[in-house]
Structures are given as structure tokens and as C-alpha cells.
């Protein structure tokens, strides 16, 4: 009994010791406003960059949407949930590239878009990535979402990120000399737009699938 009332004593204590984070809130609110309006009267663009930064921002931190975990939670924990709302977002974004660029081929426009050369590089880079991915525990909106929250050795991650991604440009044209293949591969060119649509969405069906089973076996066992 004199344990039960000395636990409840200590929990009320570390409640009363719990600060206040409403008035941090609202100078944090004051100074995202004060930035926007800034930015809009001089840079309109770098405004509605700030305002999307800090909507997708905010919906990863609450969504704890992360695409290192949509790969890494099959394996450890076999939960599905990121691993289908990833697939779900490549979707939504592929309706929306489809349809730009399609407009862009239309008009006899250049194809919007980074169209890159499928090779070896993708297989080494995708290596690489995902290793260092689920070593560093977050991607990279993960890293920085995590360093938003306060999380310090996700800082160290950071500057690691930085620097292997200077580091990878500064060599961006040896490999683009030896290794990246000369050769892009854009299905719409090549089979039409409807047929490459098909077998896009088709891919991301099936695996949305595949998903959804592994994750309800997974909950069964």
C-alpha cells in the first residue's frame, strides 16, 4: 500500500515538473506566419515553397510517415500499414506526373521530369541507400522530421547525409563517364502512354496486395 502511495506521489510530481509547451507553440506559429508574409513580399515563389514545407512537414511528424520504415516494418515487425500508404502516395503521384508530362507531350513540349538511366547504378545506389537507411534508423524526410523533434543523433545522420551527398555529386561525373548507361528508358515512348500507365499502376496494385496478405498472415501468427 505505502509503495502504491509513494509510486502515485512520484507520478504527480513528474506532472507538475512537465512545462508548459502552448507558449513555444505560438511563438513557433508567429514566426512561421512572419516568415511567409516576408517571403511573399519579396520572393511570392519561395512563399508557397515555405507554405508546402511546412504543410508536408507537419503531416509526416503527425503521420509518422516514413519510407525506410514502409521497407524495414515487413521484416522486423510484419506491419503493412507505411508500407501500403507509400504505395498509395506513389500512386497519387503518379497520377499527377502522368498527367504533366502527357500535357507536356501534347503541346510538343521537353518531357518534364528527371528521367534517369536504369543500370547498375540503381542497384548499387539502391544498396547503399537502403543499408544506410535502416543503419541511420530514417530516411531522409525521417532524418529531418526526427531532427525537428529534437532527436540529437539524428543530426549526426545529417551530416553524414550532407556530406555523402556532396561527395556523390563531386564523383556524379565518373560515374555518369563509366558506370550510368547512355541509353533512358521512358515506357510511354516506347509502348504508348496507356500500355505504360497500365502496367504502373498493375505493379503497384499487385504489390499493394501482396502487401495487405502479408501484413493480415503476420497478424494472425
Known sequence: ?????????????????????LPWGI????????????LFANVPQAAIMW??????????????????????????TGSTSLTKAVLLAIGVASIGFAYIQHSAAVSGLPIPG?????????????AMFGIGMVIAGGCASGTLMRVGEGFLIQIITLIF?????????HDFGWWTDNIIPKTK????????????????????????VL???????????
Open 185 to 208: 528508358i521512358f515506357l510511354p515512348t516506347l509502348i504508348g502512354w496507356i500500355p505504360a500507365l497500365v502496367i504502373q499502376f498493375g505493379f503497384l496494385i499487385g504489390l499493394y
Open 51 to 76: 507554405a508546402f514545407g511546412i504543410i508536408i512537414g507537419f503531416t509526416l511528424q503527425r503521420s509518422r510517415f516514413c519510407f525506410t520504415a514502409s521497407m524495414r516494418d515487413p521484416v522486423l
Open 114 to 126: 528527371n528521367i534517369s538511366p536504369v543500370g547498375p547504378n540503381t542497384a548499387i545506389g539502391a
Open 211 to 221: 502487401a495487405n496478405k502479408y501484413g493480415k498472415r503476420s497478424d494472425k501468427i
Open 161 to 169: 547525409f550532407i556530406i555523402g551527398s556532396l561527395w556523390g555529386a
Open 27 to 38: 511563438v513557433v506559429l508567429a514566426a512561421i506566419i512572419g516568415i511567409a508574409f516576408f
Open 1 to 21: 500500500m505505502n509503495q502504491s502511495l509513494s509510486s502515485l506521489a512520484a507520478a504527480r510530481r513528474n506532472h507538475k515538473t512537465k512545462h508548459n509547451q
